[in-house]
Nanobody, 127 residues
Framework: QLQLVESGGGLVQAGGSLTLSCTAP????????VGWFRQAPGKEREGVSC????????NYTDSVKGRFTISRDNAKNTVYLQMNSLKPEDTAIYYC????????????????????WGQGTQVTVSS
């Protein structure tokens, strides 16, 4: 079945907030780098944020810096994306992904580095 499962998407007014969650039913997220990606209609899937397995490194695409925060709770085997000050241009399907082979203190934003993916969760921001 699904390697990763996202939840928390929905409809929100511009300026509002959502928190997305990602869990891995079949493996432990503590040992992988994780990323959040999004894909809007007619556009390529783009990296939003990532966190190294150690938690030492986080990266964000420029358009979400200062608004989005990636975090993990190893006890819950869950990764989160807290999204604040949402804009209509944030509307997309959001995917979480796991990079099994990343070194402990690194993560990258390229979709091609990731091995496992969820089914996506829709985020819609109204104006």
């Amino acid at each position: 079945q699904l390697q990763l499962v996202e939840s928390g998407g929905g409809l929100v007014q511009a300026g509002g907030s959502l928190t997305l969650s990602c869990t891995a039913p079949r493996f432990t997220l503590e040992y992988v780098a994780v990323g959040w990606f999004r894909q809007a209609p007619g556009k390529e899937r783009e990296g939003v944020s990532c966190m190294s397995s150690s938690g030492e490194t986080t990266n964000y695409t420029d358009s979400v810096k200062g608004r989005f925060t990636i975090s993990r709770d190893n006890a819950k085997n869950t990764v989160y994306l807290q999204m604040n000050s949402l804009k209509p241009e944030d509307t997309a399907i959001y995917y979480c992904a796991a990079d099994w082979h990343a070194v402990r203190a690194m993560c990258v934003m390229s979709r091609y580095e990731y091995d496992y993916w969820g089914q996506g969760t829709q985020v819609t921001v109204s104006s």
